[in-house]
């Protein structure tokens, strides 16, 4: 007969199935998220309370948590604790985005923070890009778009001066660059390409996100007449963007 000890609830689960059992708690999360328990901006019990809960250490609960937040479902916030994520926003490929529009759409805030702005000479793959010779002058723009103050696009951008002259005069932190070109330089074609890759050390500073975490490059390109406008890289931290589109298709099958 057992007398004077009791074992914390899955405490045999501990040591006989640790991943389980962490993948466990990431699923009770999960799930209340996913079935609307927990809404976006709500509260995740704390540490303690799962440590609790669970009968775990709390090195299980802080892993399943760290997870969570790396897939983008949570956000932890040090000293205050762990909250349901907002849905990734999501971009259209079959267009060019108006980011501050979008964001706004959300009901939050936009900012673009102008990291550079500058004439220099285009290396070799800016001018392939621009199907100019190697050193040509051209227009470089980099800078940071912020969702409720959180980085959410690095863009940069190279334009072909004799395209867009007047682009060096503008105050893109009263519109952003796409916009001032949508509506300035007229475009009759657009390429756009998305990679997934790790961001580089500078990306990952400006767009405050784990470097070992991957990233959405958008690369776009724009010709007016078979002369190339721009071309500009926008890269995202995947955790919390998505890149995608809808659009109607002619019901016309062919064999």
Not at 81 to 90: H, I, L, M, R, Y
Request: hydrophobic letters at 40%; a neutral charge; glycine letters at 4%.
């Amino acid at each position: 007969m057992r007398t004077g000890h009791t074992e914390p609830l899955h405490s045999t689960a501990a040591h006989e199935h640790p991943v389980a059992l962490y993948q466990q708690i990431k699923s009770h999360v999960t799930q209340h998220i996913a079935d609307g328990s927990w809404p976006a901006g709500a509260r995740v019990p704390s540490e303690q309370t799962l440590v609790q809960q669970f009968g775990v250490a709390r090195m299980t609960v802080n892993r399943a948590l760290r997870e969570l937040a790396e897939q983008g479902l949570i956000v932890r916030v040090p000293g205050v604790g762990s909250f349901v994520a907002e849905n990734k926003p999501q971009s259209n490929l079959l267009r060019i985005a108006n980011i501050a529009q979008e964001i706004a759409q959300r009901g939050h805030d936009h900012r673009f923070e102008l990291i550079v702005m500058q004439r220099v000479a285009a290396s070799p793959e800016v001018a392939a890009a621009l199907e100019l010779e190697v050193a040509s002058s051209v227009f470089h723009l980099q800078g940071v778009h912020f969702e409720n103050e959180v980085p959410v696009q690095l863009e940069n951008r190279y334009v072909n001066p004799r395209m867009a002259p007047d682009f060096m005069a503008q105050d893109f932190t009263r519109e952003q660059p796409s916009a001032y070109l949508v509506r300035n330089v007229q475009f009759d074609q657009m390429e756009h390409v998305v990679d997934a890759v790790l961001p580089t050390a500078e990306q990952a500073r400006w767009l405050q996100m784990p470097p070992e975490q991957p990233c959405l490059v958008l690369t776009r390109r724009t010709w007016l007449r078979g002369t190339p406008v721009t071309w500009v890289q926008c890269v995202h931290p995947g955790m919390r963007y998505r890149l995608g589109s809808r659009f109607r298709t002619e019901s016309v099958h062919e064999m």
